[in-house]
């Protein structure tokens, strides 16, 4: 079957999203038929251990616009996200989850913004079905608390459903470090950029993706990424509890010479303040070996991900400026007659 060269790329990661793959290609399939142009389907496999990695080949095999990443282990939904974008070779990318709470109809609507000049369009999620009242305060504090403390005006209630055009793809592409915030990341990058509301959808099959935990370490990650904002809370609250002690000093010496009260006396007060200011001390030594941390993760050199194996695509054939593709020695890529990419005798790590 002769494929044309891809307009538009869909990028979707997934992990564990066994049900959700034949029923995201055949709303993805019934979309791009009102597209009009070339199109294809890139499903990143990050790690899954139930039959995902099955129905994407499924799916693969009935079409061969589907193209399939599939990591050595599970490297994360941002990384996963980037390797879509590595291999992605359309004239514009959009970003999807795998789960189908992004609806893909929006899609059009995106590429109806691109086609009029925009470079990045993003999806606002006006409303949010199916999930708790915490899930969507959480998730709206912490839009709101990235908003106003990092470096890049990221816009409210965005996940990474977005469209972004080639230049824009490259320019997210040539930033290799670890901890990704990707729509951090497209915000940083400039370029004509709009918005779309939508409604996101419950999820039907499956569970999320991104519980507390793993909102809080998102968090963590757009915030030492984009920001440092915390190391100068640490300067703001070392002035003010200096600022009180030297108004304290005079008045604790008032009170000690002209009144005889319990508390000056005992060490209660002292042992409260000290480990108050432990307490603080702590927190700060926390927030410094956040960032310490991140400088060690990109001092260590290591790439990015590890590609096992790939399904329709060559990866010889992607070459992307300050990425790069390091074999394990006699390694070998061949191609097989269902257009799978095998790598022997190791894998691919792409920087």
Do not use: C
Not at 202 to 207: D, F, L, Q, V
Not at 276 to 290: D, N, R, V, W, Y
Not at 303 to 317: F, N, R, S
């Amino acid at each position: 079957m002769n494929i044309s060269p891809p307009v538009l790329s869909i990028v979707a990661p997934v992990y564990n999203e066994q049900g959700n793959i034949p029923r995201l290609y055949s709303e993805i399939k019934r979309v791009m038929e009102q597209f009009g142009d070339p199109w294809e389907l890139v499903l990143v496999n990050d790690g899954s251990r139930d039959n995902s990695l099955q129905e994407m080949m499924t799916v693969h095999e009935a079409d061969p616009r589907v193209r399939i990443v599939n990591f050595a282990r599970n490297f994360g939904h941002q990384t996963a996200v980037t390797a879509g974008m590595d291999f992605a070779s359309g004239d514009a990318v959009v970003l999807i989850d795998a789960d189908l709470q992004d609806p893909p109809e929006v899609i059009l609507r995106l590429v109806e913004k691109w086609r009029e000049g925009y470079q990045v369009v993003y999806a606002v999620r006006a409303e949010r079905r199916g999930e708790s009242a915490f899930k969507i305060w959480t998730a709206k504090m912490f839009y709101r608390l990235i908003y106003r403390i990092t470096d890049v005006d990221i816009p409210l209630d965005t996940g990474d459903f977005r469209l972004m055009d080639r230049r824009v793809v490259n320019a997210v592409n040539q930033m290799r470090e670890h901890n990704r915030f990707i729509r951090g990341l497209t915000s940083w990058v400039g370029f004509k950029q709009t918005g779309v509301e939508y409604v996101r959808q419950a999820r039907e099959i499956g569970e999320t993706k991104y519980p507390l935990r793993k909102m809080l370490r998102l968090a963590i990650d757009a915030i030492t990424g984009f920001s440092f904002f915390p190391l100068q809370v640490a300067i703001y609250i070392s002035f003010v509890l200096g600022v009180l002690a030297v108004l304290a000093l005079p008045l604790v010496v008032f009170l000690r010479l002209a009144t005889s009260d319990a508390f000056l006396e005992g060490q209660a007060t002292t042992l409260s303040v000290v480990l108050i200011l432990s307490a603080f001390q702590f927190f700060f030594f926390f927030i410094m070996g956040q960032y310490i941390a991140r400088i060690y993760d990109e001092t260590r050199g290591r790439p990015l991900y590890v590609v096992a194996d790939t399904y329709g695509i060559e990866i010889e054939k992607h070459t992307i400026p300050a990425r790069v593709v390091a074999e394990v020695p006699s390694n070998r890529v061949t191609k097989n007659s269902d257009n799978r990419t095998d790598i022997e005798e190791g894998s691919h790590a792409i920087a």
